[in-house]
């Protein structure tokens, strides 16, 4: 029996590893501002909640979480 081939191609997989870790790098930086009184902890859970309802086969979601994480990961280094 063959097996089916993946829809996915080696670079939407990493390109869908690397917004997981712009997620993980943002919800850290965010529980940190939370701790400090400056953040609430329902963005995080948001932020999250975002993340996992990206289709991975979706590459353009993909890559517009991506976008969105780093500018968001830029502004909020940048309030701290």
Do not use: C, H, K, P
Request: glycine content about 8%; proline content about 0%; cysteine-free.
């Amino acid at each position: 029996m063959a097996a089916g081939q993946s829809a996915w191609r080696v670079n939407d997989a990493i390109a869908y590893d690397e917004m997981r870790e712009g997620a993980s790098a943002l919800a850290s930086q965010l529980l940190q501002r939370a701790q400090q009184g400056g953040a609430s902890l329902d963005s995080v859970v948001r932020l999250r909640a975002q993340a996992n309802a990206v289709n991975g086969f979706d590459r353009a979601a993909v890559d517009r979480l991506t976008a969105e994480l780093e500018s968001r990961g830029s502004s909020v280094a940048s309030n701290t």
